[in-house]
T-cell receptor, first 115, second 115 residues
Framework: GAVVSQHPSWVICKSGTSVKIECRSLDFQATTMFWYRQFPKQSLMLMATSNEGSKATYEQGVEKDKFLINHASLTLSTLTVTSAHPEDSSFYIC???????????FGPGTRLLVL | AQSVTQPDIHITVSEGASLELRCNYSYGATPYLFWYVQSPGQGLQLLLKYFSGDTLVQGIKGFEAEFKRSQSSFNLRKPSVHWSDAAEYFCAVGAGGTSYGKLTFGQGTILTVHP
């Protein structure tokens, strides 16, 4: 079946540094990818929609200058958390939509801890 | 705006007992509905989905769900629970068209299975 990977699976960083998270569709082309955030003991919240070759669309309340999203190819989207702070510590999960179809696949997630 | 409510935060059942996890949604049109399962520290696995047609949907691992438009519900059921089913379960609703893939998740229900 279709596979979506994320790298790294977990990262610890100091406050003020930037962290890049990659989301790759391994065996299909993903024209659209989605980034979700999940705080401990909470549900997933959609942060942004990433379309290949165009600017990401951010959900209300999500700072686009803090969470930079790049979808440079049909198999890769990156989320960069700039100047990370402890409150950005969370579980970040991406999902990828295969073309114009209804199939959607989630990555395994990236756990970010900002000290 | 669409929303999902999972009334039960935590459910405990005995192995071999039947299970029903509740999900109520709010959406202006015919919704796309999903159930996902998440093991600790892991990503999401799709159990089943409803787009249209037969309101009783069969999924993986012996799960099924029934879409009831009159009750705005999409409850997940399993006739006999296995210890390996212990996890957190998320109900989600999504839109169609160009917004397909943008999911709104419920708060999740943690399932504990006693031997």
């Amino acid at each position: 079946g279709a596979v979506v990977s994320q790298h790294p699976s977990w990262v610890i960083c100091k406050s003020g540094t930037s962290v890049k998270i990659e989301c790759r569709s391994l065996d299909f082309q993903a024209t659209t990818m989605f980034w979700y955030r999940q705080f401990p003991k909470q549900s997933l919240m959609l942060m942004a929609t990433s379309n290949e070759g165009s600017k990401a669309t951010y959900e209300q309340g999500v700072e686009k200058d803090k969470f930079l999203i790049n979808h440079a190819s049909l198999t890769l989207s990156t989320l960069t958390v700039t100047s990370a702070h402890p409150e950005d510590s969370s579980f970040y999960i991406c999902s990828a939509r295969a073309g114009r179809g209804r199939a959607q696949y989630f990555g395994p997630g990236t756990r970010l801890l900002v000290l | 705006a669409q929303s999902v409510t999972q009334p039960d935060i935590h459910i405990t059942v005995s192995e071999g007992a039947s299970l029903e996890l509740r999900c109520n949604y709010s959406y202006g049109a015919t919704p796309y509905l999903f159930w996902y399962v998440q093991s600790p520290g892991q990503g999401l696995q799709l159990l089943l989905k409803y787009f249209s047609g037969d309101t009783l949907v069969q999924g993986i691992k012996g799960f099924e769900a029934e879409f009831k438009r009159s009750q705005s519900s999409f409850n997940l059921r399993k006739p006999s629970v296995h210890w390996s089913d212990a996890a957190e379960y998320f109900c989600a609703v999504g839109a169609g068209g160009t917004s397909y893939g943008k999911l709104t998740f419920g708060q999740g229900t943690i399932l504990t299975v006693h031997p």
